[in-house]
């Protein structure tokens, strides 16, 4: 089945710098990657996703980047702010499933 | 407000009592699905159903039923419940099949299994 990892595990960024987190997945008929925002106490919430057919997608501070022959996309936060600090998760589809990695704690110190 | 509910948030039992956690959404959404998240683990899917009276079991389904008898509700049972299913767990849904569509998730139900 579908295998997701994400790096690093946690990650500490100052306030104001660019923050990013990779995923590698292995199932090469995945083409559907979403990310995930939870904040203490919360459910997760879609912040951005992106499908096989697009290489990059913007939103705001987010931005999210495929690369479908290395078979990884990475979540890129820019200009960084407290209210980033949450776990990210990413995710790639399997089907009419999602297959959803550990999840990465980002700190942003102000 | 589109919201996802579940009931309890927070659950404090002991091994082998029956119990059963409510997940309720209002958005008209065929899919919906339970996740339990650990940590260090992330988030595994235990059951999903893309409709009413549709459901199949995803990565973790061992100690847990479910049921899809209305569109809008999606509860979980725990027939027998063990420690190792002291666990947070969230209930969420989609307007369709998970092929490029948003999940919404619950506010989630922490429970501890004595």
């Known amino acids: 089945g579908e295998n997701v990892e994400q790096h690093p595990s946690t990650l500490s960024v100052q306030e104001g710098d660019s923050a990013v987190i990779k995923c590698t997945y292995s199932?090469?008929?995945?083409?559907?990657f979403p990310w995930y925002k939870q904040e203490l106490g919360k459910g997760p919430q879609l912040i951005i996703d992106i499908r096989s057919n697009v290489g990059e997608k913007k939103d705001q501070r987010i931005a999210v980047t495929l690369n479908k022959t290395a078979k990884h996309f990475s979540l890129h936060i820019t200009e960084t702010q407290p209210e980033d600090s949450a776990v990210y998760f990413c995710?790639?589809?399997?089907?009419?499933?999602?297959?959803f990695g550990k999840g990465n704690q980002v700190v942003v110190i102000p | 407000e589109a919201q996802v509910t579940q009931n309890p948030r927070y659950l404090i039992t002991v091994t082998g009592k029956k119990l059963t956690v409510t997940c309720s959404q209002n958005?008209?959404?065929?899919?919906m699905s339970w996740y339990r998240q650990d940590p260090g683990l992330g988030l595994r899917q235990i059951y999903y159903s893309m409709n009413v009276e549709v459901t199949d079991k995803g990565d973790v389904p061992e100690g847990y039923k479910v049921s899809r008898k209305e569109k809008r509700n999606f509860p979980l049972i725990l027939e027998s419940p063990s420690p190792n299913q002291t666990s947070l767990y969230f209930c969420?849904?989609?307007?369709?099949?998970?092929?490029?569509?948003?999940?919404?998730f619950g506010p989630g139900t922490r429970l501890t299994v004595l």
């Open positions: 199932d090469s008929a995945s083409n559907y």
């Open positions: 958005m008209n959404h065929e899919y």
């Open positions: 969420a849904s989609s307007s369709a099949g998970l092929g490029g569509r948003e999940q919404f």
């Open positions: 995710a790639a589809s399997i089907g009419d499933r999602l297959a």
